[in-house]
């Protein structure tokens, strides 16, 4: 099993500013996972993290909204950038195991923009 | 991936067996059935995967369908804690496969 944690636990921010978040995991995993879950609705990939090369992007999200950062085997950050009320979500990392059959979340950051 | 089908929500009786289904008519050969649930305010958890045999682990049962066009989860003693999303979702079973969710469905046990 993969142990994920992820900083900060939630934030209230301000329109037009930016949030780094954090996610540590307890393993060396080649791929990180970041989505974002709007209230009240399903999980969604925002992109997908490789060490030593950047991030791959799903429809829809853009590397100058979320600037994501890998720097090595255990940790990644997701920037949410220019923040305005819609990106009020939780945004979460996910790992997979090292047997490769089930993915490991984080607890989420619970965002919420003013 | 191929895109799943559940309920929107069900209800079950406290110690009653919870039957989930899914549809996932254009899996792949290659595509594995997963089940996760989000009970409130954590990340999803792990519940079960299958390719075509029925599978059963300490939480649940998973049966998939001989033409493997849906599934059902099954949790055999349903508990207030088990209120949760319960989301279905068919990937390829390789580390390169990343999970795109539906919308799930929101188990209640109700006393």
């Known amino acids: 099993s993969a142990v994920i944690s992820q900083k900060p636990s939630r934030d209230i921010c301000q329109r037009g500013t930016s949030l780094t978040i954090q996610c540590q995991v307890d393993?060396?995993?080649?791929?990180m996972f970041w989505y974002r879950q709007q209230p009240g609705q399903s999980l969604t990939l925002i992109a997908t993290?490789?060490?030593?090369?950047?991030?791959?992007?799903e429809s829809g999200f853009v590397i100058d909204k979320f600037p994501i950062s890998r720097p090595n085997l255990t940790f990644s950050t997701l920037t949410v950038s220019n923040m305005s009320p819609e990106d009020s979500s939780i945004y979460l990392c996910?790992?997979?195991?090292?047997?490769?059959?089930?993915?490991?979340f984080g607890p989420g950051t619970r965002l919420t923009v003013l | 991936d191929a895109k799943t089908t559940q309920p929107p929500s069900m209800d079950c009786a406290e110690g009653r067996a919870a039957n989930l289904p899914c549809n996932h008519s254009?899996?792949?050969?290659?595509?594995?059935v997963y089940w996760y649930r989000q009970i409130h305010s954590q990340g999803p958890q792990y519940i079960i995967h299958?390719?075509?045999n029925n599978e059963t682990n300490e939480m649940a049962s998973l049966i998939i369908t001989e033409d493997r066009k849906s599934s059902t989860l099954i949790l055999p003693h349903a508990t207030l804690r088990d209120t949760a999303v319960y989301y279905c979702?068919?990937?390829?079973?390789?580390?390169?496969?990343?999970?795109?969710f539906g919308d799930g469905t929101t188990l209640t046990v109700k006393p």
């Open positions: 996910s790992v997979f195991g090292s047997a490769r059959n089930e993915q490991f």
């Open positions: 393993s060396q995993v080649t791929m």
């Open positions: 993290a490789n060490q030593g090369s950047e991030a791959t992007y």
């Open positions: 254009t899996i792949s050969g290659n595509e594995y």
């Open positions: 299958g390719l075509k």
């Open positions: 979702i068919v990937s390829p079973n390789t580390n390169a496969g990343k999970s795109t």
